[in-house]
């Protein structure tokens, strides 16, 4: 995809994130790599609320921070540490999301994580992982850490953060942080019940073939093009 079409995509993510109510006013932040020679990505102004992102107001900064180009908004130094970290190691993932929302902080909070509990948390436990928390994230000396944490995997707990998915293009990213998200909104419900059934250990062990097969393509083939529908009715206005 061009960069033109990047930042329409982009921008649609945002504002998405907002129309299901998974905002954190500013404090959170979703980054796509750009194609080229040089590593580069696009990131949220740092100061808009995601409902008001366009594709012309994203910010382009290279991989040491630097603005590429005049923006009136700051980059959160915060979201810039644990995108970079993400797009330095892994080349197989354009698109980087990550979200406080109330759900998923609540489960980043438990000491057992996402639990087997309904057919969405499989598909997150296919390829899961965990990274402590260690503070606001301003340590550079933090990414080492979150590099070795997420491995290869495209979906990571933060813990007493929130959540993060990475996925080769932003559909595919937006797909899996809306698997995740509702499988930490299922576990909290289930949870009010003291007698829970958790999937079987055979079909846990046999779920990352499964969840391939299920969602291969999902996100960019049926799911995103509706999406981009109920923008356009709901908050047109994004590709400006």
Known sequence: MTEKELRKDLAACYRLVA?????DLVFTH??????????QFLINPYGMLF??????????????????????FPVNPAGFNIHSAVHEVRH??????HLH??????????????????????FALS????HDYEGVALNVDEKARLQADLGNTNFMILRNHGLLTCGPTIADTFLRMFVLQRACEIQLMAQASPN????????LAGIQAQAEQVTKGLGGQLAWPGLLRLLDRKNPGYEA
Do not use: F
């Not at 409902?51 to 009136?72: C, F, H, P, R, Y």
């Not at 390829?127 to 965990?130: D, I, Q, R, T, V």
């Open 51 to 72: 409902e008001e992102i366009t594709a012309s107001s994203l910010v382009k900064v290279d991989m040491q921070g630097n603005k590429l180009e005049d923006s009136e």
């Open 30 to 39: 979703i980054s796509v790599r750009l194609p080229g020679d040089e590593p």
């Open 196 to 203: 829970l059934v958790s999937v079987p250990q055979p079909i």
């Open 92 to 97: 197989d993932a354009q698109c980087v999301l």
């Open 101 to 122: 929302t109330n759900a998923g902080v609540a489960v980043s909070a438990q000491a057992e994580g996402l639990l087997p509990l309904s057919q969405q948390s499989l």
């Open 19 to 23: 129309h299901y109510g998974w905002d």
């Open 127 to 130: 390829s899961l992982s965990y």
